[in-house]
């Protein structure tokens, strides 16, 4: 139980163009998504929280404006990294908090999504 | 805000060592604690977890005590196998149910 999917899990891309990344919970309801970057032997670092049927809440740094968060179900998240740049070249992963039931003070992690821009 | 201290790695050991990786945290109130693993190329896996002081969280051989008094959340195996070499990180659960981690311990396991 508690499986949360990502998709892509890797994805090329050109300079200057956007990529959508999915993140749906399988198994269960997710009242709170977060959003997260990883650099190559890194921790993980918070991007942002998504709440459904709300705003994201994004963490001091992050531009909100490329990273566009939106959270239409109690089982999909979406991260749109927007105009991507080989800046922007990371492991992104997310994660779900059930709402209910088991674990709802756990996140559970996707398998993340590896986004390379040329 | 919170923060975890984690043990630096990379650890390095023989098949069926006994394993030690130390975290420590600071957090307000009574946070849980986490332990997660990453293997090479994945995203995290919750290994295990305490919700309260003096519980003993546990799964597939790893332990860690929650010790309040010391702040502590050491993972701990007795007998650690090849499978088990991949990235440990501690976290500690705060406000918002927002995750705090540290920065990872390699582990490898050699036969």
């Known amino acids: 139980g508690a499986v949360v999917s990502q998709h892509p899990s890797w994805v090329i891309c050109k300079s200057g163009t956007s990529v959508k990344i999915e993140c749906r919970s399988l198994?269960?309801?997710?009242?709170?998504m977060f959003w997260y970057r990883q650099f190559p032997k890194q921790s993980l670092m918070l991007m942002a929280t998504?709440?459904?049927?709300?705003?994201?809440?994004?963490e001091q740094g992050v531009e909100k404006d490329k990273f566009l968060i939106n959270h239409a179900s109690l089982t999909l998240s979406t991260l749109t990294v927007t105009s991507a740049h080989p800046e922007d070249s990371s492991f992104y992963i997310c994660?779900?908090?059930?709402?209910?039931?088991?674990?709802?003070?756990?996140?559970?992690f996707g398998p993340g999504t590896r986004l390379t821009v040329l | 805000g919170d923060s975890v201290t984690q043990m630096e790695g990379p650890v390095t050991l023989s098949e069926e060592a006994f394993l030690t990786i130390n975290c420590t945290y600071t957090?307000?109130?009574?946070?849980?604690l986490f332990w997660y693993v990453q293997y090479p190329g994945e995203g995290l896996q919750l290994l295990l977890k305490?919700?309260?002081?003096?519980d003993k969280g546990s799964n597939k051989g790893f332990e860690a005590t929650y010790r309040k008094e010391t702040t502590s959340f050491h993972l701990e195996k007795g007998s650690v196998q090849v499978s088990d070499s991949a990235v440990y990180f501690c976290?500690?659960?705060?406000?918002?149910?927002?995750?705090?981690f540290g920065k990872g311990t390699l582990l490898t396991v050699n036969p």
């Open positions: 198994d269960f309801q997710a009242t709170t």
């Open positions: 976290s500690v659960g705060g406000s918002n149910y927002k995750l705090t």
């Open positions: 998504s709440n459904e049927g709300s705003k994201a809440t994004y």
């Open positions: 994660s779900a908090r059930p709402g209910s039931g088991r674990g709802t003070d756990t996140q559970y």
């Open positions: 957090a307000t109130g009574y946070p849980s």
């Open positions: 305490a919700t309260k002081a003096d």
